[in-house]
C-alpha cells in the first residue's frame, strides 16, 4: 500500500509538470502571435501615414535625384583646358627624361 501512494503522487507530480508545461508553451505562442499581429498593424499605419503624408504634397513640388544636386557640374571649356595643362606637362616630362 505504501509504493502504491508514491506512485500516486509520483503519477501526480508528472501529471502537474505536463499541465504546467502545456500551459507555459500556450502562453509563449500567444505571445509570439500577438508579437506578429502587433507588427503587421504598425507596418499597416505606417504605411498608410506614409500614403496620406505624399498625398498633401503639392502638385508643384516635384522629387529630384538625390544626386542631381551633389555632384559639381563641370564646364567643358574648363575640362578641355585642364586636359591640354596636363598634356603640356606630360611632353616636358618626356622632354627631361630623355624621350
Known sequence: MRWFKVAAIAA?????????????????????????????????????????????RPDSEVRGSAYSSSLPRHNK????DELARLRREMDELKREMGG
Do not use: H, P, W
Open 12 to 56: 501526480g507530480v508528472f501529471v502537474g509538470f505536463l499541465v504546467i508545461s502545456s500551459i507555459i508553451g500556450f502562453l509563449m505562442e500567444a505571445a509570439i502571435a500577438a508579437l506578429v499581429v502587433a507588427t503587421i498593424v504598425l507596418a499597416v499605419k505606417v504605411a498608410f501615414y506614409r500614403k496620406q503624408v505624399a498625398g498633401n
Open 77 to 80: 571649356r574648363d575640362a578641355d
